[in-house]
């Protein structure tokens, strides 16, 4: 009897290959080692062996090595590298327990977010906003386009405001990130950070946006007059299951 995988494909990959998810055939209850499924996939689609290659699988929203094992019946995407406006109703969100993570479509409030972090015992905050800028090594964008395996971004920016509590105690973190389609000026993240002194205020917001750029699965569309590109991670070799 056969069973199948199914893959959830996101950004450059998806649009590589035509499609949202892919299927593969296996025999019934069988486990693949993670290395053994992307080359399965990879031998689908040779003429994208490369991107597939430097892929990482996640399986139930977790980052998977190559040689943890998998089986059908867990959640997977393959996904690629990271990258890192009018009132409407809000078509996709995803939002932690505890509210102060959050992944949206709708315009990010910088008053909202720094709100989520502001104590009694913290005498310094500070918000970190990134926004879409004009120009770029000479080249004009008109707007940026965002995607996220959501859940999973949820779960990891939750993660990082964790790794920030365990490395500065007392330190209370937010982050939000938009998705979608991000204008120019407009902000697609923004972080927000309090703590008891300054010092680990400016330390914990650059932890959380390296951190972000590492780990969680949301990608940037760069739309310019003239064409448009996905931009994965630029930090150098792409490793989400490394520390840093």
């Not at 959050?102 to 970190?128: C, H, K, Q, R, Y």
């Amino acid at each position: 009897m056969k069973t199948t995988y199914t893959i959830q494909l996101f950004a450059g990959l998806s649009e590589r290959i035509g499609q949202p998810t892919i299927t593969l055939s296996a025999d019934n209850d069988q486990s693949l080692q993670v290395s053994a499924l992307k080359q399965r996939i990879a031998d689908l689609y040779p003429q994208h062996k490369e991107v597939i290659r430097v892929s990482f699988l996640a399986c139930n929203q977790a980052y998977a090595s190559d040689h943890d094992t998998v089986t059908p019946s867990d959640e997977l995407a393959l996904l690629p590298p990271v990258s890192g406006g009018e009132d409407t109703e809000v078509i996709h969100e995803g939002r932690s327990e505890d509210s102060r993570y959050l992944v949206t479509d709708a315009p990010l409030s910088v008053d909202e977010i720094s709100s989520l972090v502001i104590s009694p015992a913290n005498g310094a905050s500070l918000a970190f906003i990134g926004t879409t800028r004009e120009w770029t090594q000479g080249k004009r964008t008109i707007r940026l386009e965002y995607e996220a395996y959501v859940p999973m971004a949820v779960r990891t920016l939750r993660q990082i405001g964790e790794e920030i509590d365990e490395k500065w105690p007392g330190t209370l973190c937010a982050i939000a990130h938009r998705i979608g389609v991000v204008e120019l000026a407009e902000a697609s993240v923004i972080i927000a950070v309090s703590a008891p002194h300054r010092d680990v205020c400016y330390e914990a917001s650059r932890y959380a946006i390296e951190r972000l750029k590492q780990i969680v699965p949301i990608w940037k569309k760069e739309i310019w007059e003239d064409g448009s590109e996905w931009k994965g991670h630029q930090l150098g070799p792409w490793n989400p299951v490394s520390s840093l």
